[in-house]
């Protein structure tokens, strides 16, 4: 073989081994692979479990104001002070069961209005209002369906309508 003036030779000798040289360990066999799909599946559940918390806290948010307005309208019911509760009435449904008639039927069945707990298993909100559904749990242990819909009126949240009892 010739060589060409001024370009690298072509033929170097291997390097003599040193006392300090290590060579580097041989690959690994088998299993690397176990490790990749490992991360990749513990990425996507940690990935799904962050985006399905941020729903639940984005839904737990958005319906904070009408479940606060339910509880309220339910504590004002129980106390006795109907007028209180009845500001919790929308205008539709201040027309449909105005302060009087509200005050007669929340009185002959006061103890529909004795809640210890809500739970609100069903919520949703969007551009024409709320609607909360679950359970209320009353005084006396019994524990009945609940429904509320609420719509925003000159800002605040109102009752549209409310279920209690099946």
């Given amino acids: 073989m010739t060589e060409v003036p001024g370009s690298p030779p072509t033929n170097y000798p291997a390097p003599p081994p040193s ?16 490790k990749w799909v490992a991360l990749g599946c513990f990425g996507l559940l940690l990935l799904a479990g962050l985006m399905g918390g941020g729903i639940w806290w984005g839904v737990m948010k958005a319906t904070e104001g009408p479940e606060t307005v339910a509880k309220e309208f339910l504590a ?4 006795g002070d109907y007028e209180k509760a009845h500001d919790y009435f ?18 002959a069945q006061s103890s529909l209005f004795a809640v210890t707990d809500t739970t609100f298993n069903n919520r949703s909100v969007n551009t024409s209002g709320a609607e909360l559904e679950g359970t209320v749990t009353l005084e006396s242990g019994t524990k009945l369906p609940a429904t509320f819909k609420l719509v925003k009126e000159n800002g605040d949240w109102k009752l549209l309508a409310y279920h209690l009892g099946s």
Avoid: H, M, N, T
């Fill in 90 to 107: 929308s205008a539709p449904l201040k027309e449909v069961q105005p302060l009087e008639q509200f005050r007669d039927i929340a009185s």
């Fill in 76 to 79: 004002a019911a129980a106390a």
């Fill in 19 to 34: 006392a300090d040289y290590q060579a580097p360990p041989p690959p690994r066999k088998g299993g690397g692979w176990i």
